[in-house]
């Protein structure tokens, strides 16, 4: 079965700062990998996905993301946090024909 | 959010009641999709449809139903058998081209008094 771990509840980092946000796969055949993020009391919006091709995926809100297959790694990374942007943050893998969330980690950037 | 709305945005229900959660999209998308949030435990898929007139069970179908009649609407219902339905319920839809990005709706939080 397809699954997605994040092993992290909450990521802190300081505003200006680069941030990481941490997610591993495990999947049969070729992932489709996504990230979502969730403002306080509202649903998800779609950041970036990767299907195929290169590595590296630029998403909305200056975020990327990078497919690393020898480690099982989709990380979500950002050059320089913003204090807008703490939120909660979703990874997901597609099986067949619906996906399957991670348990979502907490982004804290403090002014 | 996109085209898609939820409501009542908060809704609280004695025990025993049944309540219909509604889901509308003006997106033209084919697959819907309804989730339970709850802390920590991220998002649990309860039911979900690909066209109209047929629906799907999640993960956590046991105490929920849902009907599909129209392409637009997917309304879900809690029903009294759910034994802890206090939670963020979240509709979701998705154009089968886009390989797996769906739009999310605001969701609506159901209390139990």
């Known amino acids: 079965a397809q699954s997605v771990a994040q092993p992290e509840d909450q990521v802190n980092v300081a505003e200006g700062n680069p941030l990481t946000v941490k997610c591993t796969y495990s999947?049969?055949?070729?992932?489709?990998l996504f990230w979502y993020v969730q403002y306080p009391n509202r649903g998800l919006q779609f950041l970036l996905k990767?299907?195929?091709?290169?590595?590296l995926v630029k998403g909305s809100y200056g975020f990327e993301a990078e497919f690393n297959k020898s480690q099982t790694s989709f990380h979500l990374k950002k050059p320089s946090a913003l204090v807008s942007d703490s939120a909660l943050y979703f990874c997901?893998?597609?099986?067949?024909?619906?996906?399957?969330f991670g348990t979502g980690t907490r982004l804290q950037v403090f002014p | 959010d996109g085209g898609i709305t939820q409501s009542p945005k908060y809704l609280f229900r004695k025990e025993g009641q049944n309540v219909t959660l509604s889901c509308e999209q003006n997106l033209n998308h084919d697959a819907m999709y309804w989730y339970r949030q709850d802390p920590g435990q991220g998002l649990r898929l309860i039911y979900y449809s690909q066209i109209v007139n047929d629906f799907q069970k999640g993960d956590i179908a046991e105490g929920y139903s849902v009907s599909r009649e129209k392409k637009e609407s997917f309304p879900l219902t809690v029903t009294s058998a759910q034994k802890n339905p206090t939670a963020f319920y979240l509709c979701a839809s998705m154009r089968d081209a886009e390989v797996g990005t769906q739009y999310f709706g605001p969701g609506t939080r159901l209390t139990v008094l």
């Open positions: 997901a893998v597609r099986d067949v024909d619906k996906l399957i």
């Open positions: 990767y299907i195929t091709g290169d590595n």
């Open positions: 999947v049969s055949g070729n992932p489709y």
